[in-house]
T-cell receptor
């Protein structure tokens, strides 16, 4: 079946630190992969996506590469800002969306 | 322009009451969803409609009944509210793909924060 396993949080980083949030998946076929971000008190927003192996999704300085050999889609950012504090969800699109459990990120000045 | 909107944003009510949450999307999508997010931020899909037809109905108490009057609207009615129903409910929409798989990006509403006392 389809599933997404996401790194547990919470994660606390200082401003300008490097961020990695791990995401691995189990799927039949070749699903699209997504990262969504949820800022406090808001709904989920698409951050980036990748639709096939070796695709790299990028947005707002965040990147993730669809790695079929390791079934991973890790989220990275080279230098985080306080405004990046949010909950991040990895998701897989199969016959429905499968979301990870979310990783809370707090960036301190 | 709001793509996916929900009303109300906040809902505080007593146990045993019946309430409805409304959702509308102006993206021209033909698939809509309801999700429940608990206090630990875990997201669980409840229902999915495609062109007014129910296509996903997860294990949800039958006190929850979705209604789709047209493909731009998907409402959620909850009967006999219980304390455990307290959560944030999100509506979402997407364009369905020709393969029948949900490969397309889902767009979420701002959420309805339900508190049952």
């Amino acid at each position: 079946g389809n599933s997404v396993t996401q790194m547990e949080g919470p994660v606390t980083l200082s401003e300008e630190a490097f961020l990695t949030i791990n995401c691995t998946y189990t799927a039949t076929g070749y699903p699209s992969l997504f990262w969504y971000v949820q800022y406090p008190g808001e709904g989920l927003q698409l951050l980036l996506k990748a639709t096939k192996a070796d695709d790299k999704g990028s947005n707002k300085g965040f990147e993730a590469t669809y790695r079929k050999e390791t079934t991973s889609f890790h989220l990275e950012k080279g230098s985080v800002q306080v405004s990046d504090s949010a909950v991040y969800f990895c998701a897989l699109a199969g016959n429905q969306f499968y979301f990870g459990t979310g990783t809370s990120l707090t960036v301190i000045p | 322009d709001t793509a996916v909107s929900q009303t109300p944003k906040y809902l505080v009510t007593q146990m045993g009451n019946d309430k409805s949450i409304k959702c509308e999307q102006n993206l021209g999508h033909d698939t809509m969803y309801w999700y429940k997010q608990d206090s630990k931020k875990f997201l669980k899909i409840m229902f999915s409609y495609n062109n007014k037809e129910l296509i996903i109905n997860e294990t949800v108490p039958n006190r929850f009944s979705p209604k789709s009057p047209d493909k731009a609207h998907l409402n959620l009615h909850i009967n006999s509210l219980e304390l455990g129903d307290s959560a944030v409910y999100f509506c979402a929409s997407s364009q369905s793909s020709t393969s029948g798989l949900t490969q397309e990006t889902q767009y979420f509403g701002p959420g309805t924060r339900l508190l049952v006392l």
